[in-house]
């Protein structure tokens, strides 16, 4: 069995064919995570003008879902798939399983075989396993990759197909990675998967000069990360998600919201979540975002007043000026993303 081209994409054309049961859907939507276009179930005489429409309009990663759904049709599609070899790069991923295993999903998720649904009622369903297994003979032929997913979970599938697809490092780059600022006195963010409290740190709010500055100020990094409790706490943290930030996007993760918090969110939470966000990105080389929440939120409370009562101009200093022309409310996100 030959294996899947890891070079150039251009013109790769993915089929995910199989027993119904095997997986094929959960194929199909890993597929797409690594920008294939996808559809399921079309005909196969529509393959050539829909790789021809999908390449005129850019689309060079394209896949398609095969099996019995497509009736009669089924029986030009090795045919239609040995065509189109000849003129562009196509692998064909088979996906079996047990019969014990295919009747038990089809028993847990309470639909009807396919070719029992189209005129087969009478048919058991271990019959209807035989009958799709000699339909989709000349396909498993043409199979570049074949795997048995039995005793697979649905992000067991998902990792291999990316693996045997794609390549490691694409499966990783697919999770979006953020490391959000916030303040405890606004709510912990909703979307948050990892939570760190940095509120036992020396508060720069209390030191006046610092209180109107933000955490992106030098002044203020300074003055937290001069700190050996915060260095020692970045230092741990930064263990824990290097080892399992990765393992996150290999269990199939999307994504991953990393929240730090203080009181306010514009001082501790900032210089640390900004500190986090440079050492994963140096360390992994995956893209990840740092998104200061409530940046902007306090600020009119956070500037010096004079002895006549009114705000002092440029108290905040660039970024937080860059705070506030940036936000549409309060708790409007101010984020950065560097590099990949």
């Known amino acids: 069995m030959s294996e899947p081209m890891r070079g150039e994409a251009r013109g790769q054309v993915a089929v995910v064919t199989g027993l119904s049961g095997a997986g094929k859907s959960t194929a199909i939507?890993?597929?797409?995570?690594?920008?294939?276009?996808?559809?399921?179930n079309l005909p196969p005489p529509l393959v050539e003008r829909t790789v021809e429409v999908c390449e005129a309009g850019g689309i060079d990663r394209i896949g398609f879902g095969i099996d019995v759904r497509v009736g009669a049709f089924l029986d030009g599609a090795s045919a239609a798939f040995k065509a189109l070899r000849a003129r562009r790069?196509?692998?064909?991923?088979?996906?079996?399983?047990?019969?014990?295993?295919?009747?038990?999903?089809?028993?847990?998720?309470?639909?009807?075989?396919?070719?029992?649904?189209?005129?087969?009622?009478?048919?058991?369903?271990?019959d209807g396993l035989g009958l799709e297994r000699k339909r989709l003979a000349s396909l498993?032929?043409?199979?570049?990759?074949?795997?048995?997913?039995s005793r697979l979970s649905v992000h067991e599938l998902r990792r291999?197909?990316?693996?045997?697809?794609?390549?490691?490092?694409?499966?990783?780059?697919?999770?979006?990675?953020?490391?959000?600022?916030?303040?405890?006195?606004?709510?912990?963010?909703?979307d948050a998967d990892l939570l760190f409290d940095v509120r036992f740190l020396d508060n720069p709010y209390f030191v006046p000069e610092l209180r109107p500055l933000t955490g992106n100020d030098p002044?203020?990094?300074?003055?937290?990360?001069?700190?050996?409790?915060?260095?020692?706490?970045?230092d741990r943290v930064e263990q824990l998600l290097l080892f399992s930030v990765p393992r996150y996007a290999r269990e199939g993760k999307s994504y991953l919201t990393i929240g730090i918090g203080c009181t306010g969110g514009r001082h501790r939470s900032v210089a640390l979540a900004t500190l986090l966000g440079?050492?994963?990105r140096g360390k992994t080389g995956l893209p990840v975002a740092v998104i200061h929440r409530d940046l902007a939120r306090g600020v009119a409370a956070a500037?010096?007043?004079?002895s006549s009562g009114e705000a002092l101009a440029g108290a905040g200093g660039r970024a937080e000026g860059e705070a506030v022309e940036g936000a549409s409310g309060p708790g409007s996100e101010v984020s950065s993303f560097r590099g990949s």
């Open 29 to 40: 939507r890993a597929l797409e995570d690594l920008g294939f276009f996808c559809v399921d």
């Open 89 to 126: 790069d196509v692998f064909v991923l088979f996906l079996d399983a047990s019969d014990e295993v295919l009747i038990r999903r089809f028993s847990e998720s309470r639909r009807p075989h396919p070719l029992i649904a189209r005129g087969h009622g009478e048919m058991a369903m271990l």
């Open 140 to 149: 498993r032929a043409q199979a570049t990759i074949e795997l048995d997913t």
């Open 160 to 190: 291999l197909v990316i693996e045997r697809v794609g390549s490691a490092k694409e499966a990783e780059t697919q999770m979006a990675t953020r490391v959000v600022s916030f303040g405890y006195k606004y709510g912990v963010p909703l």
């Open 219 to 234: 002044p203020v990094r300074d003055y937290i990360l001069q700190n050996p409790d915060a260095l020692a706490f970045a």
């Open 278 to 280: 440079e050492r994963l």
């Open 303 to 306: 500037a010096p007043v004079s």
